[in-house]
Nanobody, 124 residues
Framework: HVQLVESGGGSVQVGGSLNLSCAAS???????MGWFRQAPGKEREGVAI???????VYADSVKDRFTISLDSAKSTIYLEMNSPKPEDTAIYYC????????????????????WGHGTQVTVS
């Protein structure tokens, strides 16, 4: 049983910044973890993923604005959100799966078996 707990959500102004955290209850070795989001009336979409080897994949809509990182000692991933836009408003979810490195296609979220409960981000 793996638990994922997101934190750091809230309201931010356009042009500001926000940092999200996701703490996992277990070791992140041989894992792929990521951030996904869902806005009202929209399907869930991948934001960024990272694995224990340091590989990262970003959605085109957030590349060069958001940065995903992993602190292995704390079993925690982060999402630094710079220059957020109103269209970034959504509930942000942390997800994880174990057994190997990330593949680029995993931005679709289908292979992730563990999910957090989400944290709201509102950009105005």
């Amino acid at each position: 049983h793996v638990q994922l707990v997101e934190s750091g959500g809230g309201s931010v102004q356009v042009g500001g910044s926000l940092n999200l955290s996701c703490a996992a209850s277990g070791d992140t070795a041989n894992s792929c973890m990521g951030w996904f989001r869902q806005a009202p009336g929209k399907e869930r979409e991948g934001v960024a993923i990272i694995d224990s080897d340091g590989n990262t994949v970003y959605a085109d809509s957030v590349k060069d604005r958001f940065t995903i990182s992993l602190d292995s000692a704390k079993s925690t991933i982060y999402l630094e959100m710079n220059s957020p836009k109103p269209e970034d408003t959504a509930i942000y979810y942390c997800a994880a799966r174990f057994g190997g490195s990330c593949f680029w296609k995993e931005l679709d979220g289908a292979d992730f078996g563990y999910w957090g409960h989400g944290t709201q981000v509102t950009v105005s």
